[in-house]
């Protein structure tokens, strides 16, 4: 599209970045976001929300974590009830519910209110 001066926005990026986490291409999913700085976009926490779901779903959740802590640490979002459920969830799926809930206790600390999805996280995984 940028080679054909279509134009686009951060939307159009999220978009992108969210096909190439459904086709197994992480790696090119955080070409993309290389590209929304390079192009000028501030990703937005659906962005950074769909990268953590993408390293999640490839089983990378070491990565996951490390991403997740980087952008807390250097304050490039501020997570959402969204962004902790993604974590949470993807945790209790690879197994590491200890990290989860302790990253639910980081939630209710962060004045995030749980929701159902949170819960239901934790009791699906005590199915597994």
């Known amino acids: 599209m940028c080679t054909l001066s279509i134009p686009v926005d951060i939307f159009t990026f999220n978009i992108a970045i969210n096909c190439c986490c459904h086709s197994n291409r992480v790696d090119y999913a955080f070409s993309l976001l290389a590209s929304t700085f390079k192009r000028g976009f501030l990703p937005t926490v659906v962005t950074y ?60 600390k962060s004045d995030c209110e749980p929701n159902t999805v949170t819960y239901n996280a934790f009791v699906n995984s005590s199915l597994y």
């Open 49 to 108: 929300n769909t990268l953590i779901r993408g390293l999640l779903s490839q089983h990378k959740s070491a990565e996951a974590r490390l991403f997740f802590a980087n952008l807390i640490k250097f304050r490039e979002i501020q997570p959402d009830v969204i962004t902790f459920n993604t974590m949470i969830d993807g945790l209790c799926k690879t197994g590491h519910t200890d990290m989860a809930l302790s990253l639910f206790r980081f939630m209710e």
